[in-house]
T-cell receptor, first 112, second 110 residues
Framework: DTAVSQTPKYLVTQMGNDKSIKCEQNLGHDTMYWYKQDSKKFLKIMFS???????INETVPNRFSPKSPDKAHLNLHINSLELGDSAVYFC???????????FGPGTRLLVL | GENVEQHPSTLSVQEGDSAVIKCTYS??????FPWYKQELGKRPQLIIDIRSNVGEKKDQRIAVTLNKTAKHFSLHITETQPEDSAVYFCAASSSQNFVFGPGTRLSVLP
């Protein structure tokens, strides 16, 4: 009965690899988000989708590509991983944009 | 776009004292102001929120106040306990945007 789930929880990989993080929500929400949280704890929004359509696309390297196959799923694919990509990535969802967001447990990415 | 500032960045209080965290925002279209608590290694979780048609809201030991004219809002925690130690984020949102503040690390000392 998990509301917002992410897989994997931990991801350790080498520089240059390509990896994906998956997110699913069972709250019936229309809007989903990806956030990056660095070591200083800033919560930086990366992308937002509403009903499978991209509505927020912050300044993020184009190595990061979100994909929303349906409104309950928002996946994040990262190409050519760099050391600076090491962070915790949170998925979140809300009814429309602007309403309360519910976060997934986070994916801790470490690039070596 | 919206810009949210949050102060202080770190706050230490003695157990039982009160803690106050303040945020300011720039976009007058923002009408929803949630507060999130993030414990170490956990996800951010909503603890209280306020909408623009309300000036104050209270839930047990936590309260939030909003001054729309001055574009600032504050979180008040009374009778702090060690389990209140966490990072607290404010946010300001509208139908077009949802922006978090940079966070305040609160430490409650026993």
């Amino acid at each position: 009965d998990t509301a917002v789930s992410q897989t994997p929880k931990y991801l350790v990989t080498q520089m240059g690899n390509d990896k994906s993080i998956k997110c699913e929500q069972n709250l019936g929400h229309d809007t989903m988000y990806w956030y990056k949280q660095d070591s200083k704890k800033f919560l930086k929004i990366m992308f937002s989708y509403n009903n499978k359509e991209l509505i927020i696309n912050e300044t993020v390297p184009n190595r990061f590509s979100p994909k929303s196959p349906d409104k309950a799923h928002l996946n994040l694919h990262i190409n050519s991983l760099e050391l600076g990509d090491s962070a915790v990535y949170f998925c979140a969802s809300s009814l429309p944009l602007g309403e309360t967001q519910y976060f997934g447990p986070g994916t801790r990415l470490l690039v070596l | 776009g919206e810009n949210v500032e949050q102060h202080p960045s770190t706050l230490s209080v003695q157990e039982g004292d009160s803690a106050v965290i303040k945020c300011t925002y720039s976009d007058s279209a923002s009408n929803y102001f949630p507060w999130y608590k993030q414990e170490l290694g956990k996800r951010p979780q909503l603890i209280i929120d306020i909408r623009s048609n309300v000036g104050e809201k209270k839930d047990q030991r936590i309260a939030v106040t909003l001054n729309k004219t001055a574009k600032h809002f504050s979180l008040h925690i009374t009778e702090t306990q060690p389990e209140d130690s966490a990072v607290y984020f404010c946010a300001a949102s509208s139908s077009q945007n949802f922006v978090f503040g940079p966070g305040t690390r609160l430490s409650v000392l026993p």
